[in-house]
């Protein structure tokens, strides 16, 4: 069953901007005209009733913009990003500023979580590095003249309880539920660079009792074959529902997204107006402390300046760093 007509489906696409400022691409009209055709037979009333109903009920607008969304993301998709994020991180960790804040990151747009946990492997993998070569300089104090005041100083930049934080966040409460829980397929571990691949552990649910009797040994041995970043990741990461169009809506939950050292925000901004993305911009600049990183997809926001923020020259990145408050 398609629409009546044209007008129909013009007033889907004004409800699904309404809610969430999206403006999706023609590619995924078919994609949406089924998606409520879908759950117009699931309440077994007509597309305008289900519409109606929609724009008076946000327990069934939200069920719907969870179903018309596809979550598209995947690990590592952006190398140079994480680079950038990890050379930051760095500096953070060989400051001496024992005072200092957590590294805070906020993963915008994050689907199924897998940017979020791909920062969280990047930076936690840093903090390993850093952490071995300060045992590495410490061990060489000890066999040389170095007064002990100065080994004890190389252990300054850990004094936080948490060296980093990240917070991930989506509009889609289908694909947060996916995104906290962090459980992936086997085959998603292939997306992950080997170094990284420590950092991972095993998270199999295995049934006997769900196998077909006339399963192959191979269906046997991937049935369930699942994994999940390791315990100290997750501890340092968290994600909440949150939508771009009604920016600080739900934020005041948050106070810690504030003096933010780098907020992404890549492959979301394209699903927006100009004037949006403007907007958008603009209150996630807010939120960065000087110094901080605001990073898009490569391509994205190519218009978009601000006199507070100055342009990152590095290859195969759109990002930006606060060099002045923002009155």
Known sequence: ?????????????????????????DRQDDW?????????KQENITQSE????????????????????????????????????????????????????????????????????????VLYHQWQKQLR?????????????????HIDDMSKPYSNSQEFVIWGSDVSQTALKHAQVGIYQS???????????????DDTEFNLNEVKPNASMHEVLNRQKTWTPIAPIHERVTFFQHNLFEFEKGL????????????????????????????????????????????????????WHHPCMQPVKQKQVTAWRKVSEIT
Not at 12 to 25: C, D, N, R, T, Y
Request: charged share 20%; aromatic share 12%; glycine share 4%.
């Open 32 to 40: 949406v005209v089924h998606t409520i055709n879908r759950l117009s």
């Open 252 to 303: 005041a939950n948050y106070p810690e997204l504030e003096a933010l050292d780098a907020v992404v925000c890549q492959n979301v901004l394209i699903y927006f107006r100009q004037f949006d993305q403007r907007d958008i911009l603009n209150h996630l600049a807010r939120r960065l402390k000087i110094g901080g990183l605001l990073v898009v997809a490569p391509g994205e926001a190519s218009l």
């Open 50 to 121: 289900l519409l109606y109903r929609a724009s008076l009920d946000n327990r069934l607008a939200q069920q719907v913009i969870d179903a018309i969304l596809i979550p598209q993301s995947r690990f590592f998709r952006h190398p140079s990003t994480l680079t950038l994020l990890a050379k930051q991180f760095t500096d953070y960790l060989q400051s001496s500023d024992e005072s200092q804040d957590s590294y805070k990151v906020w993963s915008v747009g994050c689907s199924y979580g897998q940017e979020t946990w791909s920062i969280g492997l």
């Open 1 to 25: 069953m398609q629409f009546p007509n044209p007008e129909m489906f013009e007033q889907w696409q004004a409800f699904i901007e309404s809610k969430v400022g999206f403006v999706l691409p």
């Open 133 to 149: 070569k300060n045992n590495d300089l410490k061990n060489l104090a000890s066999q040389s003249s170095i007064d002990a005041p």
């Open 187 to 201: 085959a998603n571990q292939y997306e992950v660079p080997k170094k990284y691949h420590a950092y991972l552990q």
